[in-house]
Structures are given as C-alpha cells and as structure tokens.
Nanobody
Framework: QVQLVESGGGLVQAGGSLRLSCAASGRTFSRYSMGWFRQAPGKEREFVAAISRSGGSTGYADSRFTISRDNAKNTVYLQMNSLKPEDTAVYYC?????????????????WGQGTQVTVSS
C-alpha cells in the first residue's frame, strides 16, 4: 500500500512556473514507477509525465514539463515551465508496479488526492 500526497499547486500567471511535489509513504517507493496526470473541468484525466523506478527513463506529453524523483526522500516532482491557461487542472500523482514509465492511467494503482493548478491569462 502506498499513500501519495501532492503539494505545490496554486495560482500562477501565464508564462510562469510551478514545481509540484508528491510525497509517498512507506519504504517501497523505489519499487514503483511514478506518473503525473491532470484533469480539467469537463474533461477526461490525461497523461502528463511518468518516470521509471530508477529515474533513468521518463516519458512526457509536453516538453515544457520535467519529472524527477528522489528515492531517498520518497518524493516525485513535476517542474512545469511556460505555463498556459490551458494547463489549468487538478494534477494527480500516481504510483504503479511497472518498472518503466507508462502513459496509461490503467498502469497505475495508487493515486493521490490531487493539487489544483490555475494559470491566469
């Protein structure tokens, strides 16, 4: 069982940056690949970025974002740059048992509650 808690969301102007964090409970964080997804009002949840267990492999939906992890701190990060109003959404952190990153939400078993990101124009 893994519990995930996101933080770092907020209100930012277009063109700005935010860094999201996701802290995981337990001692087995390094056994999970991690991902970030987002969901805007009225839209389906969509893939943002994912990272392998070791951090050696990553996958992205957008090159403005960078995912990283610190297994010693049980934390995964999402650096978001050049933000646009269309990036406004609730951002979710997820953990999955695959060793390599996946773009599919079905590959992830554990989910955080989400953190709101709002980008003003």
């Amino acid at each position: 069982q893994v519990q995930l808690v996101e933080s770092g969301g907020g209100l930012v102007q277009a063109g700005g940056s935010l860094r999201l964090s996701c802290a995981a409970s337990g001692r087995t964080f390094s056994r999970y690949s991690m991902g970030w997804f987002r969901q805007a009002p009225g839209k389906e949840r969509e893939f943002v970025a994912a990272i392998s267990r070791s951090g050696g492999s990553t996958g992205y939906a957008d090159s403005r974002f960078t995912i990283s992890r610190d297994n010693a701190k049980n934390t995964v990060y999402l650096q978001m740059n050049s933000l646009k109003p269309e990036d406004t959404a609730v951002y979710y952190c997820a953990a999955g048992s695959r060793s390599e990153p996946s773009t599919s939400h079905e590959s992830f078993t554990y989910w955080g509650q989400g953190t709101q990101v709002t980008v003003s124009s």
